[in-house]
């Protein structure tokens, strides 16, 4: 399982996506420069420890109402040449691993083939903060297409009712009725616990 470093980083993740988002196709907040806290997600280990990977929930409270966005981030000591130029979110320095270049997870290699593994019910969900714990909240229900599927991210979190629907069908989310869908929970702006769909194996 991977280490987590109690220390800093310089930019922090929040800072980072604060000018990252606003330049994706999929940012709902127009002109508005987000304002951005972290309401939940978990982590993968990468099984050759070299990618740090993490499943992040900010919530953009800078709008009339909050949209909860999904980024999916791995962690590199150094530039790839498998993740192209627009793949990269910015770099941090980090107080015990030096410089980090972070990667739009859905760039990243090491980031979806773990998303993969975890929606094949081979990876295990890290916590998101403490070394050594899994996280039982994150689930899959339903079954991945046996052949040939691909995996799907949702940016835009949407939360699901007690009979595991969207409550509302309006945005980006569209897996609900696909075959595996990994489900799992972030906390609303007036503290209240949601569960959404994160990601879904559709075929290809």
């Known amino acids: 399982m991977a280490v987590l470093h109690a220390t800093t980083m310089k930019p922090t993740k929040l800072e980072l996506l604060t000018a990252w988002l606003p330049r994706q196709s999929w940012y ?4 508005a420069t987000p304002e951005l ?3 939940g997600g978990f982590r993968l280990d990468d099984p050759a420890g070299e990618v740090g ?3 992040m929930v900010v919530t953009d409270t800078s709008g009339p109402e909050p949209v ?3 980024v999916p981030m791995g962690y590199r000591g150094a530039e790839s040449a498998d993740i192209p130029a627009e793949g990269l979110i910015g770099t941090s320095e980090h107080g015990v691993l030096g410089t980090r270049w972070i990667f739009d997870g859905t760039y990243d290699p090491v980031v979806t083939a773990q998303l993969r593994a975890l929606l094949d019910g081979v990876a295990v969900p890290q916590h998101q903060r403490e070394s050594g714990r899994t996280e039982p909240t994150v689930v899959v229900e339903g079954a991945v297409p046996a052949d040939g599927s691909e995996v799907r991210i949702n ?3 949407l939360p699901v009712d007690s009979a595991g629907e969207p409550r509302d069908t309006t945005g980006t989310q569209d897996g609900h009725s696909a075959p595996a869908r990994l ?3 972030w906390t609303g ?3 209240t616990a949601v ?4 990601a879904t194996a559709v075929r290809g």
């Open 195 to 198: 569960r959404g769909v994160f």
């Open 28 to 31: 709902e907040g127009g002109a």
């Open 155 to 157: 940016r835009v979190l």
């Open 183 to 185: 489900v799992a929970g």
């Open 189 to 191: 702006p007036d503290g």
């Open 68 to 70: 909860v966005y999904l």
């Open 37 to 39: 806290a972290t309401s």
């Open 53 to 55: 990977i993490e499943i």
